[in-house]
């Protein structure tokens, strides 16, 4: 499987019998969770208060147990606020809601989950602090890699938020997305460092690519899985080198400062430090 590395360890995940939901897209992204919580707005400090009520919500539906009323409400109320989501489709969505939950609640209920979200990253203080036994996967890119990647919408959606602008000129737009790298990369590998010691996994996308047995061994161990030469053998398939994993090699890096690639080097020396762990 070749795409973004967290999609390939939701992949990993998934095959070794751990539950992601029942209400996904093709890259493996929770859309239960990412509805009312992948968006800026929702993000603000003003609405952490619906965050914080939206996650026991979240967990209650990934247990496989009836939402109440309000809880439903809170879900739709706060859906509805996210661009990205089309008027049909909220048209839809409180129908889809029930016919999933007539399903989900028909299954085994799940003690152990994971599920896949880009936004887990900014939100990871407030998971951490409602779910008490959380262990979160983060998977990296090379730093320069990440600068030249052809989803540069994050820029434009998540920008802001981080305090960086979405340049112009098009050109300009590596610089950008290598300074959003490093200050999200640095925000979480602090927070892990501070907050979470032995609950945070850190997966580097070229040593998955290039040792895949050990790298798989690391994340199924780490989630609590025996890593049994069976499911090694199976899982260690998943991952495939994408064409762009040196695409920054090939690629004239006068755009940075000397400043932005000293900082990118340091980074990338820590996070395969702790990603050696």
Not at 257 to 270: G, K, N, P
Request: with cysteine; proline share 5%; glycine share 6%.
């Amino acid at each position: 499987m070749q795409g973004s590395g967290t999609r390939v360890v939701a992949a990993i995940l998934q095959e070794s019998g751990i539950s992601l939901g029942n209400d996904l897209n093709k890259m493996l992204d929770n859309l239960f969770f990412s509805r009312p919580l992948n968006y800026p707005r929702m993000q603000q400090p003003e609405n952490r208060d619906k965050v914080v009520a939206l996650l026991p919500v979240f967990e209650k539906w990934m247990a496989g147990k009836a939402l109440s009323g309000s809880e439903l409400r809170l879900y739709l109320d706060c859906s509805r606020q996210n661009a990205a989501i089309k008027r049909r489709t909220l048209k839809l969505l409180q129908l889809r809601l029930k016919n999933l939950g007539r399903r989900i609640f028909k299954a085994k209920p799940q003690s152990v989950f994971s599920w896949k979200e880009p936004v887990n990253q900014i939100l990871l203080p407030v998971l951490a602090a409602y779910f008490s036994e959380l262990k979160y996967i983060h998977v990296f890119k090379q730093g320069l890699n990440m600068a030249y990647t052809n989803h540069t919408a994050i820029i434009e959606t998540w920008g802001d938020f981080h305090g960086i602008k979405s340049p112009e000129n098009k050109a300009l737009i590596p610089a950008a997305m290598l300074e959003f790298w490093i200050k999200t990369q640095g925000e979480v590998l602090h927070f892990a460092q501070h907050n979470m010691p032995g609950r945070i996994l850190f997966v580097s996308l070229e040593k998955l690519c290039e040792d895949p047995e050990n790298e798989c061994k690391r994340i199924v161990e780490f989630a609590g899985i025996s890593p049994t030469n069976e499911l090694i053998s199976r899982i260690k398939t998943i991952p495939q080198t994408p064409k762009t994993l040196k695409r920054h090699q090939e690629r004239d890096h006068s755009v940075f400062s000397a400043d932005q690639l000293e900082r990118c080097e340091a980074l990338d020396r820590e996070l395969m430090v702790v990603g050696s762990w």
